[in-house]
């Protein structure tokens, strides 16, 4: 039961929960509340209240008149819901008019519709007439009885009283359908008193007598219609009428093929291609797709969804497989259409093509089909109009292919599937999108079982994980490596799709035979489809490692200012070509990049595929030097050349905005210091793989580290770039250290020295004797650690080198703390905070303060230690060097512990710890060492 009933079937009343009734005295309050229950959703316009409440004849300030009509609703509502109306019925005063916000089983009208609607489509005639009565039961007499008269009454009423009347013959119907004929007889005796020139009624009198053995009695009744039809209206009855009176004279048919004038078979449109047996995952898809065009009585529009995606992706599948789950929804017929968006022979179908088919589908004979396109939308609409129907439109290139196929009026569902996003069916027509992405890897899976059986995917499990990759998680691809497998049962799954540990992609591979199964022909629908600019745009993508790329990036790959590049990836985007999967980040999947690269290869002459990679490199190159440089100010960069003119590098311009831009493009330059390599960029390799260190070693990141530079150090091996070589055999040999591979890390400190010995480079002499100090220092080799910092230090003098001088004081003063010398260590790292504070070394800066923490920790002075150990944990935090932060907080714990504060020193070990384990660092044992013991 609702918590308020509101009802239009006879007098207006407005009924509480328990049924009490809420006077609206006057007339004028019960046709308002009408006129918005007949519209609920949709804001009624004031200047058609005022004409419908006062007949045309408005009183002088009518408007105010109104609002007092209003007011006086509202109070009704209030009383009938207890004062809380904003659950079930809510009045609002929107855009110039009054709106209704109300749930439909509060309204006996929406009710009524509701079990006409169900019992249509019951096939027991028992069963729809009772449920035809039930609705009949709801009617208290005629509609707005005490509310519209006159001109109101004409207008708001006959529609209503039309639908009554149908449901009365409908259930008459129902009754003679199960063999009830002498039942009706009385019945339709008095309707045809009550409805002289309704011919159904009498055609269904005529049946009814006829099947009760009267014969005479039902020619009787034909003439008596006959002759109020000529008295009243001058004419003879209608073509069903008189064939039912000359099949009773002949007597000839059986009377269960006597059916009544009005109640001729209909035709109900089934044309949803089948659904796929195979058809696997998406339920999320699926569900969602529901809630979009879930069932609402209180629509106004018809429910739009639009679903998109990259080809092959499944849409057409998906939508097929919601629909035939969906097709009890809609008895009036569900209609699909191919409009030839994306195909490889016939054009597109354009309205003038596809309404005449629509027409023809509702029934409309081809010599009635209207000439215009103006006046078939309108035909084509008013058919549709009072229909639960679901139209299918597969495959649409643009807007202006459906916009005219879209209904009118509630009631009708429409999916539409599209590879373009078609934004301006979303902001004119109110589309909800349904964006289809790729199948998840257990989805994959689940495709491949049910097409090749769980046992055969289960036995060959690693082949299975390799076809996913290798078909980037497309369900076509995978269709197409499992109908392969199919037709050859006896191959082994890894032979299907190439080497295992190629890591080339060929689509070669995903060919089923023809345009619609030839995964690079499907690609090629869409990419035909795009502007020469686009189209040069996404060959030049598939030159690019992956796996997304940033607008600027694309900019430089392509030579082009950055406005019209962000213009063309939207261009992509539309055409899902590419994703934005992140704000201003675009990628595609392998398959999808394997095609780019073959149309890069099969259109773009070498020489442009090679000045569009150099830009590229140059690109993160100089970015990442720039990024770099903002990281450590105080170190001595090394010298990149001039970037190419149509290169547009990054504008950074903080140490924030810098890891920022690491942060997002860390896979990218990983990859791209290994093409640079592969391709003969040799410097702009080992230079990228250089100006990635300060943000590996700030992120924890040293396989990524060591991964880079050992792959800079094969591109360079062996060549006259001896400067380079060093610099790299440094940055491994700290790599190596991080990773806890000593007797690897001296080797190539020790081969850097040699080389920068051989340059005569003193700074960077200096730079990889520290580095030596520090590894010695870890391996507790502290007399080695202290000769190597001291011979740093008198470098950096010679090179007149300050943030050198003071990284060296704290190396010197750290390792006479390991000694036990921890006075030598004040003496050495308290002039060391002042330069690096003048160089703006904040990294080397809260190295110097954990080492005087240590220090002045064992020289008993707990506070001071404690005081500088939270200074280096707040710098190192700052700059984003966890593992430095992790290191500094299990010492600061220490402090904290020697003075019995333990709550503290726990706490500190405990984020010590969670950092450590995040980054996967061996000296997480050191942690969880203290926090057992305590």
Not at 488 to 508: K, M, Q, Y
């Amino acid at each position: 039961m609702p918590d308020v009933e509101l009802r239009l079937l006879g007098p207006v009343e407005v009924r509480s929960e328990t049924g009490v009734l809420v006077p609206l005295r006057r007339r004028q309050e019960r046709l308002a509340l009408a006129v918005l229950l007949l519209e609920p959703g949709r804001a009624v316009a004031v200047d058609r209240l005022v004409d419908l409440l006062w007949n045309q004849k408005p009183p002088p300030m009518a408007r105010a008149a109104l609002q007092t009509v209003m007011s006086h609703i509202r109070a009704a509502l209030r009383s009938a819901t207890g004062g809380d109306a904003a659950e079930s019925v809510r009045l609002l005063a929107r855009g110039g008019g009054y709106l209704l916000q109300v749930r439909p089983e509060c309204v006996d009208l929406h009710r009524f519709n509701r079990l006409v609607d169900e019992a249509r489509a019951v096939k027991d005639p028992s069963v729809r007439s009772a449920r035809l009565a039930l609705a009949l039961d709801l009617w208290r007499g005629p509609a707005l009885g005490d509310a519209a008269t006159g001109d109101a009454r004409e207008r708001l009423c006959s529609e209503l009283e039309e639908s009554r009347f149908a449901a009365i013959c409908d259930r008459i119907d129902a009754e003679l359908d199960a063999g009830r004929h002498a039942d009706v007889v009385a019945e339709l005796s008095s309707l045809t008193v009550e409805h002289p020139l309704r011919e159904r009624l009498h055609g269904q009198l005529m049946v009814a007598l006829y099947r009760c053995g009267r014969r005479a009695d039902a020619l009787d009744a034909f003439r008596r219609a006959r002759q109020l039809l000529v008295a009243e209206l001058g004419l003879e009855p209608g073509s069903q009428l008189r064939a039912l009176e000359a099949s009773i004279i002949a007597d000839t048919a059986r009377t269960e093929d006597l059916l009544p004038v009005g109640t001729q078979a209909r035709f109900v449109p089934a044309q949803l291609p089948p659904d796929l047996a195979s058809f696997a995952g998406r339920s999320d898809d699926l569900r969602r797709l529901d809630a979009l065009l879930a069932e609402d009585a209180t629509a106004t529009a018809p429910s739009i969804c639009l679903v998109t995606g990259t080809a092959g992706v499944g849409k057409t599948t998906l939508a097929v497989r919601w629909a035939q789950q969906a097709r009890d929804r809609f008895p009036d017929g569900q209609v699909f259409l191919n409009l030839r968006g994306f195909d490889p022979v016939d054009p597109p179908a354009g309205p003038s093509e596809t309404l005449p088919v629509l027409l023809q589908t509702l029934q409309v004979p081809a010599e009635h089909i209207p000439a215009t396109l103006e006046a078939q939308v309108a035909s084509y609409r008013s058919l549709l109009a009072g229909r639960r129907m679901l139209i299918m439109l597969d495959n649409v290139r643009d807007a202006d292919q459906v916009r005219p196929l879209l209904p009118g009026s509630p009631g009708c569902a429409v999916v539409i599937t599209s590879r373009n996003q078609l934004a301006s069916l979303l902001v004119v027509d109110g589309a909800q999108l349904l964006p289809l992405d790729l199948l998840s890897a257990d989805e994959a899976r689940e495709l491949l079982a049910r097409r090749l059986g769980a046992e055969r995917v289960a036995a060959e499990a690693g082949a299975v994980d390799d076809i996913i990759a290798r078909c980037a998680r497309l369900p076509l691809a995978l269709a197409i490596v499992a109908a392969r497998a199919a037709t050859h049962p006896a191959f082994a799954l890894a032979a299907l799709v190439g080497e295992p540990h190629d890591p080339r992609v060929s689509l070669d591979t995903f060919d089923g035979g023809d345009h619609a199964t030839r995964v690079r022909a499907v690609f090629s629908w869409s990419y035909q489809s795009l502007s020469h600019g686009a189209a040069r745009l996404f060959r030049l993508l598939g030159l690019h490692p992956g796996p997304d790329i940033a607008a600027p990036a694309a900019a430089s790959l392509a030579g082009t200012p950055i406005g019209p590049v962000r213009m063309l990836l939207a261009e992509l985007a539309r055409a899902h070509l590419v994703s934005e999967n992140r704000p201003g980040r675009y990628g595609f999947h392998d398959l999808l990049r394997a095609y780019a690269a073959e149309l890069a290869h099969t259109h773009d002459h070498g020489t442009e595929r090679h000045a569009a990679l150099h830009r590229l490199f140059d690109h993160y190159l100089h970015t990442a030097h720039t990024a770099h440089r903002l990281l450590t100010s105080h170190r001595d960069p090394i010298v990149v050349g001039t970037p190419l003119a149509e290169v547009a590098t990054e504008r950074l311009t903080d140490d924030a905005q810098a890891l920022a831009w690491f942060d997002a493009e860390r896979v990218v330059l990983v990859a791209v210091v290994a093409q640079a390599a592969k391709a003969g960029f040799n410097t702009h390799s080992w230079q990228l793989a250089w100006a990635l260190t300060e943000f590996f070693d700030r992120r924890g990141h040293w396989h990524g580290w060591a991964a880079t530079h050992r792959t800079a150090l094969r591109a360079i091996h062996g060549q006259t770039d001896h400067l380079g070589q060093a610099h790299i055999h440094r940055g491994l040999a700290v790599a190596y250290a991080r990773l806890s591979r000593h007797d690897d890390a001296v080797t190539h400190f020790n081969r850097a020295l040699e080389l920068f010995t051989e340059l005569d480079n003193r700074t960077s002499q200096g730079h990889t004797h520290l580095g030596l100090a520090w590894l010695f220092d870890r391996q507790g080799r502290c007399p080695q650690a202290l000769d190597h910092a001291i011979q740093a230090l008198d470098l950096y003098r010679e090179a007149g080198n300050a943030a050198g001088q003071a990284n060296a004081l704290n190396a010197v003063g750290w390792y006479h703390a390991q000694l036990g010398n921890y006075e030598q260590t004040l003496v050495h790292c308290e002039p060391a905070i002042a330069l690096q504070r003048d160089s703006r070394d904040r990294r080397g800066e809260a190295s110097t303060w954990d080492s005087l923490g240590y220090a002045h920790r064992h020289l008993g002075h707990h506070e001071q230690a404690t005081a500088c150990g939270r200074n280096a944990v707040e710098l190192y935090r700052e700059i984003g060097d966890r593992y430095n932060e992790a290191d500094t907080l299990i010492r600061l714990g220490d402090t904290r512990h020697v003075v019995g504060d333990h709550h503290t020193a726990r706490e500190n070990w405990r984020r010590a710890l969670t950092i450590l384990d995040e980054l996967g660092h061996p000296d997480a044992g050191e942690a969880r060492a203290r926090l057992s013991h305590q």
